[in-house]
């Protein structure tokens, strides 16, 4: 059986030696090469850029190094307190985001993997349902203008609290946990609160991070939710000021409370701010990397 | 408890009793109590989700009979007077209705055709690659796209596609000669630039599914099917394929459930007052009036049709898919 398994792994036991055949691999090593060529070339040009000097981004002179280094567009960014703030309250969104809906979701997914619970079919028609049909954008607007939310942090967050997607593999996840694991606790005297936190919980650190994770970056990423809901421009997240400053013709000057003057790098804050905005996203992207793979597909490869 | 003392009316007298039928074929109101008591807590714990989706799912979805109402904030939901089908007939009669459906048909067309097929030629060409360091590399890499926002993507999109200092703008121009084309803004590039956008955004994520469905392969039909003589070309043809077949078939009624889902955020970003008759669909069209005019039951009535047709859509290809013999999402 270990042997048979080694095989698996090992795609080279498979063997394949014509000609033809090492020119596809051949082939197809460079088309994969192009592929990432092209994921990753627009990302190191914007980087590349964010150090340019005005002159060079506006005589196209560079592509993935520039002649001169200078820093001039970060200096502006962060001279003013626009961007400051945009920052904070995305990392402030963000986190409480995250663990308002990672809390909803876990303890929304543990009673529906409880088969013997009466009702258990109702409440997952009923989240299974909103998969099929929803009210839409402006019913759910008016919804949070009458909660009151509008300019409120919180209609960032509430009104994608749980994505059912999400809670429906969570609950998949449950289901597989060992029962006899939480059967012993309860004899020990604990009650189904006492269960899920001490035991359960701690068994799901994986799904709880990978999660966790997902649901940070949906936050962070969101532009429709601020675009809704947000008018106040002190409230302004930092993709509703990426947009902003890379939008045509925009004063960016003025957007970001610093003085204009000849040297005040209008193309280079474009190439800045969307590094500033990217930079969280790749610095967590390894640590996604190493669970979605498994977190998405618990769920999806059962059921 | 009251019915526990009536025995003419419990189900388990001895007229309606069948031999072998347990006793407990319905239960009394007192256990149902004792039931829901003992699980408690269990039920403490799904109350805030609960609350959660009728609060932002099903308040939005009783929201929706504004549409046959003349919606008026002031009056609110119960005041506002109702009007029947009036915002439907103005949507089908003026001429929004056949522009908006129009834009989103052909983005819809272009996502089957560019867009769905990508990641599945991408994830039969990694299965192909024999080193598997390379194979998790070039996955973990065009993995990246999918986790940056469209903000991102549609801010890259103007700097290397607008006419002033864009640099791809401008590598074009070089080649081809003539006058500067300013690309994000016009309404004849507003297509291929959409679809360049979602096959950068999602076609390194999208082949995750299948390469999870081919992983679950046995190696030993390979083996076999060397064995009796096939080439590289033969397994692909009758192992592989097959294989993913299932997992085509599910994203397929995945996208055609959600045609009419042309994506907000990304529409919105590269909408612009030049390609506007070509950019606008329900989405964006619904957010333009419904939000920043105030035409809310109109609007509303928009977004209604979208979502009623939504539900026939994934209805009728899940119908589609189990005729033509698959299994189907449900």
Known sequence: MAILNARRRNPSVRHYDSLGSRVFDVANTLVLLFLVAITLLPLLYVL?????????????????????????????MFAGDTFIRALLTTIMVTLVGTLVQVGLTLTMAYPLSKRHLPGRVLFINLVLFTLVFSGGMVPTYLVVRELGLLDSYWALILPLAINPFYLLIVKSFFQELPEALEEAARIDGCNELQVFWRIVLPLSKPVIATFSLFYAVAIWNDYMSPLLYINDEKKWTLQVLVRQLTAPNADSANMLGTQSSASFPEQGLKFAVI?????PILLVYPFLQKHFAKGVLIGSVKE | MATDLVPGVAPDTPKTKRPGVPRVARKKPARRLALLLRHRWLYLMLLPGVVYFLVFKYWPMYGLHIAFKDYVPFLGYSGSPWVGFKHFDELFTSGDFSRLMINTLVLALLTIVFVFPAPIVVALLLNEVRVSVFKRSVQSLIYIPHFLSWTIVASLTYLLFSADFGV???????????????????????????VLQLLWKQTGWGTIIYLAALAGVDQQLYEAARVDGAGRWRQLWHITLPAIRPAIVVMAILTSGNLLDTGFEQIWLMTSSLNRPVSEVFDTYTYYVGITQGAFSYATAMGLFKGVAGVFLIVGSNWLAKRLGQRGLY
């Open chain 1, 48 to 76: 590349a850029g964010s150090f340019a000097s005005e002159g060079e981004i506006d005589s196209r002179s560079f592509f993935l190094w520039p002649e001169r280094f200078v820093t001039d567009a970060y200096d502006y």
């Open chain 2, 168 to 194: 791809l703008a401008g590598f074009i121009n070089d080649i081809v000669g003539g006058q500067r084309v300013d690309y994000v803004a016009q309404a004849d590039w507003f297509r291929p630039i959409i």
């Open chain 1, 275 to 279: 590094v500033l905005a990217t930079v």
